[in-house]
């Protein structure tokens, strides 16, 4: 049976030769294919790690730009017009000391003194010149004070004057406050910051505007909110326009405070 076996291999061809080849054949082929899928793994790594690199840089660009908008000098304090410093109020004046030495009484001899006769109770009742209460030798000052208290009133009636001569209001100070009458347009004229765009950024910012009696901004003051949105905000609360703030029935300057909204569109 197994002679009939070898004499069928050898009938077909199949040796020891033929199996080799055939297993060098398949084993080079497979070398082939575990070379090529390794080098396609370590190229999709690297390209992974290429891009994460880029996109890692491009985040830290635009985070410096963030930082150096940060680091401008922040905007000047909208404070109201400087107020006049209180009035001095001048001391009144120390009278000198007077001279004392003629009050002590001067040294009498005994000769002297001993010649002085002692009043009749008559004589008494003649003296006709009160009893002062006071003490004669008590320093009183006799001086006019009155002036320096007319002085001291004059003060604070010109205080008084320069409070009731206030022209810069704050909104809540008036009796009719500035209302804005083209706020929607003004922030639809507005433009997102490409910054604040890459960035992601969002936020709500209030600008502080001076108002005057003819219903224009005056004056730019603070800004408030992420800083990425200041020079925008700033550079268009120039165009809002406003109602005039009335105080007594008259315009005048008046501080209001406009809020803008910064979203991003999903």
Known sequence: MVTD???????TGYGASELKKTYQKYLQRGLIFAILIHGFIIGTY????????????????????????????????ANDEEEPPPPKIEEPPVAPPKDLTALMPEPVAKE????????????LEEIKTPVGNQ???????????????????EKIEKKEKVV?????????EVEKAPECVNLAQVRSSMKYPDIAREAGIEGRVTVKVLVGPDGNVIKVGSVSGPDAFHDEVRDKANDLQFTPGLQNGKPVKVWVTVPFNFKLKN
């Not at 076996?5 to 009938?11: T, V």
């Not at 009731?164 to 809540?172: C, L, M």
Request: hydrophobic fraction near 30%.
């Open 5 to 11: 076996n070898i004499e069928i291999l050898q009938d």
């Open 112 to 123: 002297k003194a001993e010649e002085q006769t002692i009043k009749t109770q008559q004589q």
């Open 46 to 77: 690297l390209f992974a790690n290429y891009l994460s690199k880029l996109e890692d840089q491009k985040k830290s660009d635009v985070q410096q730009r963030i930082i150096n908008v940060t680091d401008l000098e922040p905007p000047p304090s």
């Open 135 to 153: 003490d004669s030798g008590k320093f009183q000052f006799s001086g006019n004070v009155k002036v320096e208290e007319k002085k001291i009133e």
């Open 164 to 172: 009731e001569e206030k022209t810069v209001f704050q909104s809540f």
